[in-house]
């Protein structure tokens, strides 16, 4: 392998035509596309707020510690991203106001804040966890872990990148617009 390129215990083994590395660019990677969404501190602290059973407007701008201004611009984003939906809701002899529940997509973004969390606890907390996540089930602490569909525990040395269905659908239409231009032209 070249200088700066081998493999070691913290990569993944890049397969197929993704290796070598220099052979390929990382356009529509699903990784950019998702911080797109999420990348801002404020936006992942409200998720993890709506985790919390945080509903209201003005308890997401205190309990995450930003303004208003912030906090609304957050909510509208998250919300047209489709990761929270308004539901109106009135207390008796108030005006109508709007609540903010998880929806399912939003909802899925739960083991990639209990990673963090899980990261955070062992990096950045030397006293340990100021909170955990326990299975009400059992009572241990929940863990975020990766395993391959057959259900095994994998370490970052056991996995390879591969060629995944949205890159061959748009090697496929690129090839068929080639073709097409080359007909035409």
């Known amino acids: 392998m070249a200088p700066g390129t081998?493999?070691?215990?913290?990569?993944?083994?890049?397969?197929?035509?993704?290796?070598?590395?220099?052979?390929?660019?990382?356009?529509?990677?699903?990784?950019?596309?998702?911080?797109?969404?999420?990348?801002?501190?404020s936006a992942m602290l409200i998720l993890r707020e709506a985790f919390y059973g945080t509903t209201r407007f003005d308890e997401f701008a205190t309990r995450v510690g930003i303004s208003e201004p912030v906090t609304a611009a957050r909510l509208k984003e998250l919300v047209a991203a489709g990761l929270l939906e308004r539901e109106p809701y009135q207390q008796p002899g108030q005006r109508t106001r709007l609540a903010y529940q998880l929806t399912d997509k939003g909802a899925e973004l739960l083991p990639v804040l209990v990673s963090l969390m899980q990261w955070g606890d062992r990096w950045l907390q030397p006293a340990g966890a100021p909170v955990e996540l326990h299975h009400r089930g059992c009572g241990a602490?929940?863990?975020?872990?990766?395993?391959?569909?057959?259900?095994?525990?994998?370490?970052?040395?056991?996995?390879?990148?591969?060629?995944?269905?949205?890159?061959?659908a748009a090697a496929a239409a690129a090839a068929a617009?080639?073709?097409?231009?080359?007909?035409?032209?």
């Not at 035509?17 to 999420?38: F, G, I, M, N």
């Not at 080639?178 to 032209?185: K, Q, T």
């Open 6 to 41: 081998a493999q070691t215990a913290h990569t993944v083994q890049l397969a197929g035509p993704l290796s070598p590395r220099e052979d390929w660019k990382a356009t529509a990677c699903s990784l950019a596309k998702a911080l797109e969404v999420v990348s801002s501190k």
């Open 141 to 168: 602490v929940v863990q975020a872990e990766l395993r391959c569909a057959q259900g095994h525990q994998t370490g970052t040395d056991e996995l390879a990148l591969t060629v995944g269905p949205g890159r061959r």
């Open 177 to 185: 617009a080639a073709a097409a231009a080359r007909r035409d032209g």
